[in-house]
């Protein structure tokens, strides 16, 4: 929503960042027994994502290229993971991964959900604090596409004439 919010001053800079994590939280919430680890540095982290009430949130997640990045990618999107049919899908493929796999937990660090992924009013189960106010950088508008009630369209409308408005000649 605001383009000059530069990413690296938002969330990626080490000082900020390691301002953000969310260290000894249930990965998934809300009980989850697994927790981000507690020792982790800004400069170890390879994967930064955000949660909502019920599960990691993919929707904007950042991700540091390299080995790392490929085999993580590799992991997510493995056909085991794929064809498990899990109850919803890529989700619950990455909540069972960074649970259960220490060296994709040991690289993610779990930011506020509003820093790269408020959810619009409309989304159902937005996080403590997750729903998009005027100002944040990014909204989501999660679930529209697989809600029958929902219209994407119209739900982008207001936020899309606000851009406009307000960053046309950025």
């Given amino acids: 929503m605001d383009p000059t919010i530069s990413l690296t001053s938002h969330v990626l800079e080490k000082s900020k960042l390691e301002s953000l994590m969310i260290k000894d939280a249930p990965v998934v919430p809300p009980d989850s027994v697994i927790k981000t680890f507690t020792h982790l540095s800004a400069q170890d982290v390879d994967l930064v994502i955000t949660q909502d009430a019920e599960n990691l949130s993919p929707g904007s997640f950042i ?7 490929n085999y993580f990618l590799d992991a997510w999107f493995d056909p085991l993971y794929r064809s498990y049919n899990f109850a919803k899908a890529e989700n619950h493929a990455l909540d069972h991964i960074v649970q259960w796999h220490p060296t994709i937990l040991a690289k993610l660090a779990l930011i506020p959900q ?7 009013h409309e989304a159902p189960n937005p996080g403590s604090n997750g729903l998009y106010t005027e100002g944040d950088f990014i909204v ?10 929902r219209n994407c369209e119209r739900e982008m409308e207001p936020y899309w004439n606000k851009w406009a408005k307000n960053h046309a000649h950025v």
């Fill in 63 to 69: 991700i540091k290229k390299g080995d790392w990045a």
């Fill in 114 to 120: 509003k820093m790269i992924s408020a959810y619009s």
């Fill in 140 to 149: 989501r508008l999660s679930g529209c596409e697989t809600t029958a009630t």
